[in-house]
């Protein structure tokens, strides 16, 4: 019962705004399309979006801003230049090793691999 | 800290950089660097620090190869000292090429070498018997 009447005042409260809407002037018409159209605007829910700017201003936040900050990260940058050169050296010279080895111990004679 | 943290970094930076160790004398090689490295013991000292540095990385492997390896390996190692290093980089490359044949013909190749060794041997043999 109560839902009827509930139903019943929500289709008279339609009803009433249809026909009042169409009482309206062109003016009032107009506001109330601007106003929705502001109210809608303010509502929306901006999108989380990739921009340079947030990219710059996060990477000058990271960047060493004293005279000591720029000399520690030179030198561990220097320090990781340096592990990394020895590293592949050392690579290289393993490799290198392996192949001689095969080569000093083949049992295909050493003269057919030099000239 | 802050000192002890930069002079670390430094140290890093800096002890990175030498690829290889300064040269060793003969005297300080272990036992079994020396055995490996028997054939060249009188040539050793006045190698370059990069040719020590090469050899002392093979003589790592010394102990884990067999007997036939190791008569091989040793009874080389004396003409690969005297190579120069294109030679020697020649070689790599030839064998690193020959490494990818495959196996029937590596093995093709091998019997054929082992006869013209035989043959040649046969020759040799000849001719020490008319002189």
Redesign the interface.
């Known amino acids: 019962m109560k839902n009827h009447t509930q139903h019943l005042d929500h289709q008279q409260i339609k009803a009433l705004l249809n026909r009042s809407t169409e009482q309206l002037d062109g003016d009032i018409l107009y506001s109330l399309r601007q106003a929705r159209t502001a109210a809608l605007h303010r509502q929306r829910v901006p999108a989380p979006v990739f921009t340079l700017s947030a990219v710059g201003h996060r990477a000058s936040a990271m960047l060493p801003h004293s005279t ?1 900050q720029w ?2 990260a030179c ?2 940058l ?2 990781l ?3 990394a ?2 590293y592949w ?2 690579q290289q ?2 490799q ?2 392996h ?12 003269k ?4 | 800290m802050k000192h002890s943290t930069i002079a670390l970094l430094l140290f890093c930076a800096v002890g990175n950089t030498s690829a290889f160790a300064s040269p060793q004398p003969w005297q300080k090689l272990s036992p079994v660097e020396q055995e490996a490295l028997a054939p060249v013991q009188h040539q050793w000292n006045g190698l370059s620090e990069k040719q020590q540095h090469e050899l002392l990385l093979m003589t790592e492997h010394y102990p884990k190869f067999t007997p036939a390896e190791k008569q091989r390996f040793l009874s080389r190692m004396t003409t690969w000292v005297k190579l120069t290093p294109a030679q020697r980089q020649a070689a790599r490359d030839k064998y690193h090429a020959f490494s990818k044949v495959p196996p029937e013909k590596r093995e093709q190749v091998k019997q054929m070498l082992k006869k013209q060794k035989e043959q040649q041997e046969q020759q040799e043999q000849q001719e020490t018997k008319t002189p």
């Open positions: 000591g000399l520690t030198l561990l220097a320090a230049a340096g592990s050169t020895a050296h050392h010279a393993q290198l090793s192949l001689d080895i095969a080569i000093l111990t083949d049992d295909l004679p050493i057919i691999f030099i000239d």
